[in-house]
């Protein structure tokens, strides 16, 4: 695991906005780039994720044991987030199997602990995921149907999609001027 340096940290006046917005009770979170996928660390993440009714984190493990997705291609990664060296988070980032053009990426398995919500833990990963894309993805596609990740990715400027069903919000990079469509 690798510490990701300060570019993927807030600014102090971005950090005050937050702390505003969160109640005042932001958490700076290590986010870590993940090469190796620590499942004993997940644990926690699988079964607080299923009592919620979602399999995502499980399918994340799984899909990493079997080699069907490591976050191992070009430009793709992995995230995770740690508070006071508990592992609370992940997420990722994939070309996008649905869109058939290696420069649309993917942001996936974005989930944080209950208790670690509203605090910027998942901001800090979905920061960490469109730094990671710059220079290699000119729009970041992603599906939710969850209204607070939804609100969430509206936040960070993500813009809401209905074309395809595969994707519900995209972030088209602005330093691609020439892309007409996000998805």
Do not use: K
Request: with cysteine; charged share 25%.
């Amino acid at each position: 695991m690798r510490s990701v340096g300060a570019s993927h940290r807030s600014s102090a006046g971005s950090r005050d906005a937050q702390r505003a917005q969160y109640g005042g009770r932001l958490m700076s979170a290590l986010i870590e780039r993940l090469d190796d996928l620590p499942v004993d660390h997940l644990t926690p993440l699988i079964a607080e994720s299923e009592q919620e009714g979602l399999s995502f984190v499980r399918r994340l493990t799984e899909e990493w044991a079997t080699a069907q997705n490591r976050f191992d291609r070009p430009a793709e990664v992995l995230f995770a987030a740690r508070v006071d060296g508990r592992l609370v988070g992940v997420c990722g980032l994939n070309v996008d199997p649905y869109a058939g053009d290696p420069g649309v990426g993917r942001v996936r398995h974005l989930y944080v602990l209950p208790a670690y919500r509203r605090q910027g833990v998942g901001r800090q990963l979905v920061g960490a995921v469109v730094a990671a894309a710059h220079g290699s993805f000119i729009t970041l596609r992603l599906s939710t149907n969850d209204p607070a990740a939804a609100r969430l990715y509206e936040a960070l400027e993500f813009r809401r999609y209905s074309g395809d069903a595969r994707c519900t919000h995209a972030l088209r990079r602005p330093t691609c001027p020439h892309v007409v469509q996000p998805c």
